[in-house]
């Protein structure tokens, strides 16, 4: 009878105790070397994706002390039943909480998608390495989460090594394959989280296409995340409106070459035309007009000799040495009409 007493103590006991911890929690177990480490572990909120990398106070929004057994434990009955980004960190002794550490092995940092009714453990398997090779189990998308991560530690590997054309042809397939996950995943987040991860801002540029087509599977999504993201996608109008200036731009670039080429041009001729004589210019325009030096001796009522020695001097002048080369002179109709008006 005491034994059936006792053991329905106990049953009672583990449901109240079942009932008084909150079903939506993130709990985990770090090993850390407390000689280094702050045995506290901050929870914030990453509002968008640009801000993946950068930390504030302001986005922290809770902290849970690591026990002496590496266990940490925090509610999260308060967030918001849609999904958001969060990011778990710890901090050396003598930095603030507010501090991030980028790259290697003390990256002190995992990020993972949560709302208010998600049950989340979160494990580390060495102290040299923390974060590195961190497990997220309990909600689906942060499988992923950890596929991607894995994928962007082996990036951050060969950048160490190797020349950066061969870094880039590896990279290439990689970046690819982060785009292909992007495109074939069923949270949004996630989708988002593995964009930004795959040389976003480069591929921008030159891949718009799959962008837009991006943005229209998911055109539902009205998230802070999904909204700063579409800033940064110009719409097809857009293009086409930059497309319309580019191309008014360069008219106007091409009309200006041609007006200062027309004003070198002209600029020239006269400097040509204005190297000569009064009568050598007479002499000039009726050789334009096809006038022999026998026809121009008669009309304008000099010898023939005066005729040769001027037409030698236009020659010499203009550096030319044919009738042919003075009819395929381009003057300005200008200094024409004002030889023509010389002859009357």
Not at 148 to 174: M, R, Y
Not at 234 to 259: A, M
Not at 333 to 341: A, H, L, P, W
């Amino acid at each position: 009878m005491a034994i059936r007493f006792y053991a329905f103590i106990f049953i009672l006991f583990s449901l109240i105790n079942q009932d008084l911890k909150p079903q939506s929690r993130i709990e985990g177990h770090l090993l850390i070397d407390t000689t280094i480490w702050k045995p506290i572990v901050y929870l914030s909120l990453i509002p968008d994706f640009d801000n993946l990398n950068t930390m504030t106070y302001d986005m922290i929004i809770d902290q849970a002390e690591i026990d002496t057994n590496g266990r940490f434990y925090f509610n999260t009955q308060y967030f918001p039943k849609e999904d958001n980004m969060f990011r778990i960190h710890i901090t050396k002794k003598n930095d603030p909480p507010a501090s991030l550490i980028l790259g290697g092995k003390d990256e002190n940092f995992v990020f993972l998608v949560a709302n208010n009714s998600t049950q989340i453990v979160i494990k580390n398997t060495s102290e040299q390495e923390l974060m590195k090779n961190v497990s997220i189990v309990g909600y689906y998308p942060n499988d992923i989460i950890n596929q991607i991560n894995k994928i962007v530690n082996f990036i951050d590997t060969i950048s160490l090594n190797g020349s950066q054309a061969k870094n880039e042809l590896i990279k290439a397939p990689i970046f690819y394959s982060l785009r292909t996950i992007a495109d074939t995943c069923s949270n949004p987040l996630v989708s988002l989280y593995a964009l930004y991860k795959s040389n976003l801002e480069n591929d921008l540029i030159v891949n718009q296409q799959f962008y837009r087509n991006f943005l229209s599977k998911w055109k539902r999504e009205k998230s802070t995340y999904f909204a700063s993201f579409r800033r940064k996608i110009p719409t097809s109008n857009e293009t086409k409106l930059w497309g319309y200036i580019l191309i008014i731009v360069f008219s106007i670039i091409i009309g200006i070459l041609l007006t200062l080429n027309g004003l070198k041009l002209f600029r020239k001729n006269n400097n040509l035309t204005n190297s000569l004589s009064i009568q050598e210019r007479k002499i000039f325009a009726l050789i334009k007009d096809g006038k022999s030096n026998k026809e121009i001796s008669d009309i304008l009522n000099i010898g023939l000799n005066t005729v040769k020695s001027h037409v030698s001097s236009i020659y010499s002048k203009l550096k030319i040495g044919s009738r042919k080369e003075v009819l395929n002179l381009n003057l300005d109709d200008q200094e024409k009409t004002y030889q023509d008006r010389s002859l009357d």
